[in-house]
């Protein structure tokens, strides 16, 4: 028992030992001020966060969890910018939300969806900038609004 309580503490301190802090630009680096490569998990205001780290820059596939362990969200970055595809969930595992990214720009469509995963919001955007025809959808399905962002 001793012997497992003696392992216990030393895996601990190791954990703490190369856990990865953000330096004043804002890279991960290691314990001893290197830019740190690798996964890191960690956890802020009860949302787990698992994503890629490279040369200290966030890079690849990031998945955020609720506190109950469900995925929240799953998207990439590249650079430390979002990118591509972004998915959100809801509690339940519904996706509520779908959307894109061009090197942290809002760009494409993205879509919102009730808690019963109808439809309810459609969005444009190029380049950063809302774009096209945006529509809202009423819980029946029905058109509720529209609202045009093209350009005069």
């Known amino acids: 028992m001793k012997k497992l309580g003696l392992i216990l503490i030393s895996v601990l301190s190791l954990n703490?030992?190369?856990?990865?802090?953000?330096?004043?630009?804002?890279?991960?680096?290691?314990?001893?001020?290197n830019l740190f490569n690798?996964?890191?998990?960690?956890?802020?205001?009860t949302v787990k966060t698992d994503f890629t780290v490279t040369e200290g820059v966030i890079n690849g596939e990031a998945t955020y969890y609720y506190a109950s362990g469900n995925k929240m969200e799953t998207g990439m970055f590249t650079n430390g910018q979002k990118d591509q595809k972004w998915?959100?969930?809801?509690?339940?595992?519904?996706?509520?939300?779908?959307?894109?990214?061009?090197?942290?720009k809002k760009t494409g469509t993205w879509l919102v969806y009730d808690e019963t995963g109808k439809k309810r919001f459609e969005m444009n955007y190029n380049n950063g900038e809302k774009t096209g025809t945006w529509t809202n959808w009423d819980e029946?399905?029905?058109?509720?609004s529209t609202k045009n962002y093209n350009p005069n």
């Open 16 to 33: 703490f030992l190369n856990a990865q802090t953000q330096n004043d630009k804002g890279l991960y680096i290691d314990s001893e001020g």
């Open 140 to 144: 029946n399905g029905a058109v509720a």
């Open 87 to 104: 998915t959100r969930f809801n509690e339940n595992g519904t996706v509520s939300a779908i959307a894109f990214y061009n090197l942290g």
């Open 38 to 45: 690798g996964t890191i998990a960690k956890t802020e205001n």
